[in-house]
């Protein structure tokens, strides 16, 4: 029994260096994280302090012309081999200075459609005549095709439309309108087309 017991006390005299060795290890890891972090494997800084990415960096260039689309409609052609699908896109831009056009465009991806349809609007762009509080001088009125649109100088009332013809007088900047659809259909582009007729009529 006493060798039984030295042996035991023995054992644990030898294994007692170990976990101290073992402590001794973990103690010397932590000490090698700075305040910042970074250990010898080369993890990560987590400074809060650190200056971001993007400060200092370069600004966004705002576009020339504002662009928003009217109408989009997926096509279905249907062909020898099948169906093809295509996309249509309708689109106003301005620059809400007096310069407003608008486009369409049509090809098999979404993307393609409406950089073709800004080209477009880009081919057609006029210039509204208005005075140095944006607005026009005289009526006008005009139709195209199944569309019919009447703009009515307001002063003081600022911009009185719906459907597309809000968007091509507010994309051109115009101000203190009304504008009419005398007509029932809601063909969004006939009517956005009809309205640029109408500013074409306008007199400085």
Do not use: C, Y
């Not at 576009?63 to 996309?87: C, N, Y």
């Amino acid at each position: 029994m006493a060798e039984t017991a030295n042996e035991t006390a023995n054992g644990a005299v030898a294994d007692a260096p170990v976990t101290e060795a073992g402590n001794a290890g973990q103690g010397d890891r932590g000490a090698a994280r700075g305040r910042g972090g970074r250990t010898e494997r080369g993890g990560r800084d987590r400074n809060p302090r650190r200056p971001r990415r993007n400060e200092g960096g370069r600004e966004r260039v705002r576009p020339e012309f504002d662009q928003k689309i009217i109408s989009i409609r997926r096509v279905t052609r249907v062909m020898a081999g099948g169906r093809r699908f295509s996309f249509s896109v309708a689109m106003v831009i301005g620059d809400k200075k007096g310069r407003v056009g608008v486009g369409i465009g049509k090809a098999g991806d979404t993307q393609l459609a409406i950089e073709k349809a800004v080209r477009d609007a880009k081919k057609h762009m006029i210039t509204v005549p208005m005075n140095q509080h944006s607005q026009i001088a005289h009526d006008v009125q005009t139709k195209l095709s199944s569309s019919e649109v009447m703009i009515i100088p307001a002063a003081g009332r600022g911009l009185v439309a719906g459907s597309s013809v809000r968007t091509v007088l507010e994309l051109a900047g115009v101000k203190d309108v009304t504008a009419k659809l005398l007509s029932r259909t809601k063909n969004k582009l006939n009517n956005a087309r009809a309205t640029i007729e109408a500013l074409k009529l306008l007199k400085a």
